[in-house]
């Protein structure tokens, strides 16, 4: 496989002045045909015409109207042009009906549907698929079905067809094309300036009854986007339609959003507030895009964080603004420790912009996203909000139509500050997380924090220079109070030290407050200290954050030196959840542990070898333990789920149950799920009933009631989806593997489907004792299901391959199962260029 890199890039030859398509739509026959207008770049030295093409059947091709025969490889083909101005026409076949990858034209349950980027335009026709040409596009479609849409404004439509036009000059990974018998749930917007924007929602026959929370989702970001960044919509519709087949959440197509089913589709009987927040997440962020993603591009997929880690850091900024703050950071926390510090921390590490790649679907990470955006966090903290404000309106401004690169962008934060942010944008380019260790003097009123920063070395990276690493600080009194509010030292050196004088007597200090820098902290705190930020940080962050780091010592100690679970845990849980003043949301988290593979790379990282069993046992003492703890509390916390009020998704009636429904997860270990089995009995919505049947299983009960929530929700794919997932997710470690392969075998097993497969696959993976169950039976059965996928689903087999990326952690025994897995993945015959760079990756 050829592997691409950063350094290599030349601009095309040709710049693109318009594209017109025509798709006469057949499943297994459609003719494309393409009117490109072409005209030499100037600025370009290269003037190769080299067009992608792959899959297609060339049925004619044409220069200035004379046809030519070019010779076609497995990429694309090469023609010699005039060097003047042209007019390429092509009329190509391709074969959606039997397009099982999901990238380029393909179908889900009779609907036509496009999935485009990064790369998918060339299989629909041949075409300079790069990001930085850019092009209007006007495109016909003609087919006999009810609903034909594309990109931009309508512009024409009779009986079996329809013509779209879209005045923003746009990549061809932005293109898309939607057809089907489809339902319109409307809505509509005035923007800022007055303009009506015309608002669908476009689902199947019979998910009507799950578009207004999308809806509504959808108009809050466009006035959202507008109060915060002054981005206005720019085209008279926006349509999003909702997909069964699709292998990821989302697409942020031009004004033709295209989603995941289950990123969109929501109603209080099927959806569970979790659900909720993330599709309000995922629908912001495919409209924010509009602005950082579509009106500004990337100028090649190396530079993908500039529009992806920007999209996620706006679509934090909405959720913490609509929702609550600390509750969204935490949960950011919670995911970025959970999903990019062990890529970040093993053989898939990569820089932010990487600067190569075989497959650019296998970089769109949780580093690219979730470090993309703590990288802008960061630049936010350092230049201040103002500054950030300002920044960003330059961006607009000097960018809008462009295609850029991370240097075009730390740009507009050097011109508004005057700042030199060279050391800075390190953090594009050094993979591996910093850790940071603490040390502290107390001198005659003189506190001394002393700070340094390691990187470990990671693949392709052996050296590693120091960052910038903002830490915001604050320091707390003997008695509690605050007596330093937070402030943002800037740590830039592999060792410095801050002082703080005049102080009556030796602080607590609280470090890395609101999560300051995706930094793994070493702070040897002692327990009491833990306990006394727990008790009284005056920063949630670092308040849930001592929490948290009790929980985890406690848990190791369990688990090395066979300690009992530590009462500055237990008690300080104990006050949390006594503690009324508190949001439930937040105390519900206050509840939650670390999750076991964490606790597996923290042994890891103390030269311990993780064994996933006594990880599962420790977690499981500490729960019972905490449940025995906090009895007394229990049944008032549940009670606080039992609201009076009418259903809401929204975050105060979700908090309140996420407190109820944690509290229920500990009485169930105390009453055999007794009160579980009412809860489940009397739900009247999804995230009742589901966490009560998690309890049930959790329990070793619930038989009856798996049967009857299949039978009550049978007809319902995204509750299916649950149903698989929660059996894996909630199996004991002995029987996971079994549970999840006689899931398989189930007729609505439907592995073609992503979310299907990944409810059964992805959910094995993350039972991180039931994965690794000292025989194999998890690694051996996740393979077999992998290599089945491949031929017919690259990227999500590619994508699920991460699973393996943790197996250096462990003992002898598993590294030898794993790798044999691996081998055996690795040398299947045919596999696909996704598949063979992961596991390559993985391997070495
Ligand atoms: N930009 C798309 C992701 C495309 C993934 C291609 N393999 C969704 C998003 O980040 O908004
Ligand atoms: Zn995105």
Same mark, same amino acid.
């Given at each position: 496989?050829?592997?691409?890199?950063?350094?290599?890039?030349?601009?095309?030859g040709?710049?693109?002045?318009? $594209?017109?398509?025509?798709?006469?739509?057949?499943?297994?026959?459609?003719?494309?045909?393409?009117?490109?207008?072409?005209?030499?770049?100037?600025?370009?030295?290269?003037?190769?015409?080299?067009?992608?093409?792959?899959?297609?059947?060339? #049925?004619?091709?044409?220069?200035?109207?004379?046809?030519?025969?070019?010779?076609?490889?497995?990429?694309?083909?090469?023609?010699?042009?005039?060097?003047?101005?042209? %007019?390429?026409?092509?009329?190509?076949?391709?074969?959606?009906?039997?397009?099982?990858?999901?990238?380029?034209?393909?179908?889900?349950?009779?609907?036509?549907?496009?999935?485009?980027?990064?790369?998918?335009?060339?299989?629909?026709?041949?075409?300079?698929?790069?990001?930085? $040409?850019?092009?209007?596009?006007?495109?016909?479609?003609?087919?006999d079905?009810?609903?034909?849409?594309?990109?931009?404004?309508? +512009?024409?439509?009779g009986?079996?067809?329809?013509?779209?036009?879209?005045?923003?000059?746009?990549?061809?990974?932005?293109?898309?094309? $939607?057809?089907?018998?489809l #339902?319109?749930?409307?809505?509509?917007?005035?923007?800022?300036?007055?303009?009506?924007?015309?608002?669908?929602?476009?689902?199947?026959?019979?998910?009507?009854?799950?578009?207004?929370?999308?809806?509504?989702?959808?108009?809050?970001?466009?006035?959202?986007?507008?109060?915060?960044?002054?981005?206005?919509?720019?085209?008279?519709?926006?349509?999003?339609?909702?997909?069964?087949?699709?292998?990821?959440?989302?697409? /942020?197509?031009?004004?033709?959003?295209?989603?995941?089913?289950?990123?969109?589709?929501?109603?209080?009987?099927?959806?569970t507030?979790a659900?909720?927040?993330?599709?309000?997440?995922?629908?912001?962020?495919?409209?924010f895009?509009?602005?950082?993603?579509?009106r500004?591009?990337?100028?090649?997929?190396?530079?993908?964080?500039?529009?992806?880690?920007?999209? $996620?850091f706006?679509?934090?900024?909405?959720?913490?603004? %609509?929702?609550?703050?600390?509750?969204?950071?935490?949960?950011?926390?919670?995911?970025?420790?959970?999903?990019?510090?062990?890529?970040?921390?093993?053989?898939?590490?990569?820089?932010?912009?990487?600067?190569?790649?075989?497959?650019?679907?296998?970089?769109?990470?949780?580093?690219?996203?979730?470090?993309?955006?703590?990288?802008?966090?960061?630049?936010?903290?350092?230049?201040?909000?103002?500054?950030?404000?300002?920044?960003?309106?330059?961006?607009?401004?000097?960018?809008?139509?462009?295609?850029?690169?991370?240097?075009?962008?730390?740009?507009?934060?050097?011109?508004?500050?005057d700042?030199?942010?060279?050391?800075f944008k390190?953090?594009?380019?050094?993979?591996?997380?910093?850790?940071?260790?603490?040390?502290?003097?107390?001198?005659?009123?003189?506190?001394?924090?002393?700070?340094?920063?390691?990187?470990?070395?990671?693949?392709?990276?052996? @050296?590693?220079?120091?960052?910038?690493?903002?830490?915001?600080?604050?320091?707390?009194?003997?008695?509690?109070?605050?007596?330093?509010?937070?402030?943002?030292?800037?740590?830039?050196?592999?060792?410095?030290?801050?002082?703080?004088?005049?102080?009556?007597?030796k602080?607590?200090?609280?470090?890395?407050?609101?999560?300051?820098?995706?930094?793994?902290?070493?702070?040897?705190?002692?327990?009491?200290?833990?306990?006394?930020?727990?008790?009284?940080?005056?920063?949630?962050?670092?308040?849930?954050q001592?929490?948290?780091?009790?929980?985890q010592?406690?848990?190791?100690?369990? #688990?090395?030196?066979?300690?009992?679970?530590?009462?500055?845990?237990?008690?300080?849980?104990?006050?949390?959840?006594?503690?009324?003043?508190?949001?439930?949301?937040?105390?519900?988290?206050?509840?939650?542990?670390?999750?076991?593979?964490?606790?597996?790379?923290?042994?890891?990282?103390?030269? /311990?070898?993780?064994?996933?069993?006594?990880?599962?046992?420790?977690?499981?003492?500490?729960?019972?333990?905490?449940?025995?703890?906090?009895?007394?509390l229990?049944p008032?916390?549940?009670?606080?789920?039992?609201?009076?009020?009418?259903? +809401?998704?929204?975050?105060?009636?979700?908090?309140?149950?996420?407190?109820?429904?944690?509290?229920?997860?500990?009485t169930?270990?105390?009453?055999?799920?007794?009160?579980?089995?009412?809860?489940?009995?009397?739900?009247?919505?999804?995230?009742?009933?589901?966490?009560?049947?998690?309890?049930?299983?959790?329990?070793?009960?619930?038989?009856a009631?798996?049967?009857?929530?299949?039978?009550?929700?049978?007809?319902?794919?995204?509750?299916?989806?649950?149903?698989?997932?929660?059996?894996?997710?909630?199996?004991?470690?002995?029987?996971?593997?079994?549970?999840?392969?006689?899931?398989?075998?189930?007729?609505?097993?439907?592995?073609?489907?992503?979310?299907?497969?990944?409810?059964?696959?992805?959910?094995?993976?993350?039972n991180?004792?039931?994965?690794?169950?000292?025989?194999?039976?998890?690694?051996?059965?996740?393979?077999?299901?992998?290599?089945?996928?491949?031929?017919?689903?690259?990227?999500?087999?590619?994508?699920?391959?991460?699973?393996?990326?943790?197996?250096?952690?462990?003992?002898?025994?598993?590294?030898?199962?794993?790798?044999?897995?691996?081998?055996?993945?690795? @040398?299947?015959?045919?596999?696909?260029?996704?598949?063979?760079?992961?596991?390559?990756? %993985?391997?070495?």
């Amino acid at each position: 496989p050829t592997t691409i890199y950063l350094k290599d890039y030349t601009p095309f030859g040709y710049l693109v002045d318009s $594209v017109h398509l025509t798709f006469d739509l057949a499943a297994h026959a459609t003719r494309v045909t393409s009117r490109i207008a072409f005209r030499p770049n100037p600025e370009a030295s290269d003037k190769t015409f080299f067009l992608h093409g792959e899959d297609l059947k060339l #049925i004619r091709a044409s220069i200035d109207g004379a046809d030519i025969t070019p010779e076609i490889t497995d990429k694309g083909m090469t023609v010699v042009t005039p060097d003047a101005p042209f %007019i390429w026409e092509a009329e190509v076949e391709i074969d959606p009906g039997n397009n099982t990858a999901l990238e380029g034209l393909y179908m889900s349950n009779g609907m036509y549907c496009t999935q485009c980027e990064a790369e998918g335009f060339r299989k629909i026709t041949f075409y300079p698929d790069r990001p930085d $040409v850019m092009s209007t596009f006007t495109v016909r479609i003609n087919g006999d079905l009810p609903v034909l849409l594309s990109n931009g404004n309508p +512009s024409g439509k009779g009986e079996g067809w329809a013509e779209w036009t879209d005045p923003w000059p746009k990549p061809a990974y932005l293109f898309a094309l $939607v057809a089907g018998e489809l #339902i319109a749930h409307p809505g509509q917007f005035t923007t800022m300036s007055g303009r009506d924007v015309e608002l669908n929602l476009w689902v199947r026959p019979g998910d009507e009854g799950k578009c207004d929370f999308g809806m509504e989702a959808l108009r809050k970001s466009m006035k959202w986007d507008e109060d915060v960044y002054g981005r206005e919509y720019d085209l008279d519709v926006f349509n999003i339609v909702a997909v069964d087949d699709f292998n990821m959440g989302a697409m /942020e197509n031009k004004g033709l959003n295209i989603f995941n089913s289950s990123a969109v589709l929501a109603s209080p009987e099927t959806s569970t507030d979790a659900n909720f927040e993330r599709i309000e997440a995922i629908i912001a962020h495919e409209y924010f895009h509009n602005w950082t993603g579509n009106r500004i591009t990337c100028r090649d997929w190396f530079q993908l964080c500039l529009k992806e880690g920007l999209t $996620v850091f706006r679509d934090a900024q909405f959720t913490s603004d %609509i929702r609550s703050a600390p509750v969204k950071r935490i949960e950011d926390a919670i995911d970025l420790c959970a999903r990019q510090f062990p890529e970040d921390n093993g053989p898939l590490s990569h820089p932010v912009r990487p600067e190569s790649f075989q497959e650019i679907n296998n970089f769109y990470t949780a580093t690219v996203y979730e470090k993309g955006a703590e990288i802008i966090g960061m630049l936010k903290r350092l230049v201040g909000d103002e500054a950030y404000s300002k920044a960003l309106d330059l961006y607009f401004l000097r960018h809008d139509g462009q295609a850029c690169t991370i240097e075009d962008w730390i740009k507009v934060f050097e011109d508004t500050t005057d700042r030199d942010l060279s050391q800075f944008k390190r953090w594009y380019s050094q993979s591996g997380t910093p850790r940071v260790t603490v040390s502290e003097d107390w001198n005659d009123g003189t506190y001394t924090l002393t700070l340094a920063q390691h990187t470990e070395e990671t693949p392709g990276q052996s @050296e590693k220079l120091p960052q910038v690493i903002p830490v915001a600080v604050g320091l707390l009194g003997q008695n509690g109070d605050e007596v330093r509010a937070t402030e943002v030292l800037e740590l830039t050196e592999a060792e410095q030290s801050f002082q703080f004088t005049g102080l009556a007597a030796k602080p607590v200090a609280s470090i890395l407050r609101d999560f300051s820098a995706p930094v793994i902290l070493e702070h040897d705190h002692t327990d009491a200290e833990r306990a006394f930020l727990l008790a009284h940080d005056t920063d949630p962050f670092n308040r849930w954050q001592a929490g948290r780091s009790l929980a985890q010592d406690t848990l190791l100690r369990m #688990i090395l030196e066979d300690a009992t679970p530590g009462a500055d845990y237990l008690d300080g849980v104990l006050a949390v959840l006594r503690d009324g003043e508190l949001d439930p949301a937040y105390r519900a988290l206050m509840l939650g542990l670390p999750s076991q593979s964490e606790l597996a790379a923290a042994l890891f990282d103390r030269g /311990e070898t993780p064994d996933p069993m006594a990880i599962w046992t420790s977690v499981e003492t500490l729960r019972q333990a905490t449940a025995q703890h906090v009895q007394d509390l229990l049944p008032r916390l549940h009670s606080e789920t039992l609201i009076e009020a009418p259903y +809401s998704p929204d975050a105060d009636q979700a908090g309140k149950r996420s407190l109820g429904n944690a509290a229920l997860a500990l009485t169930s270990r105390l009453d055999g799920a007794a009160m579980a089995a009412e809860q489940y009995a009397a739900a009247g919505n999804m995230t009742q009933q589901l966490s009560a049947l998690s309890c049930l299983l959790r329990a070793g009960k619930g038989e009856a009631e798996l049967s009857t929530f299949y039978v009550q929700w049978q007809h319902d794919r995204l509750v299916m989806d649950k149903w698989f997932a929660l059996q894996v997710g909630m199996a004991s470690p002995a029987t996971t593997a079994d549970v999840a392969r006689t899931l398989t075998e189930h007729a609505d097993f439907n592995w073609k489907n992503p979310n299907r497969f990944r409810a059964v696959m992805g959910a094995l993976a993350m039972n991180h004792a039931g994965f690794h169950r000292a025989d194999g039976a998890g690694y051996a059965l996740l393979a077999d299901w992998l290599i089945k996928l491949d031929p017919v689903n690259p990227q999500t087999t590619a994508r699920m391959c991460s699973a393996f990326q943790t197996w250096k952690r462990y003992d002898a025994d598993r590294q030898d199962l794993i790798r044999a897995q691996l081998t055996r993945i690795a @040398e299947t015959p045919d596999l696909s260029r996704d598949t063979t760079e992961m596991v390559s990756r %993985i391997l070495n």
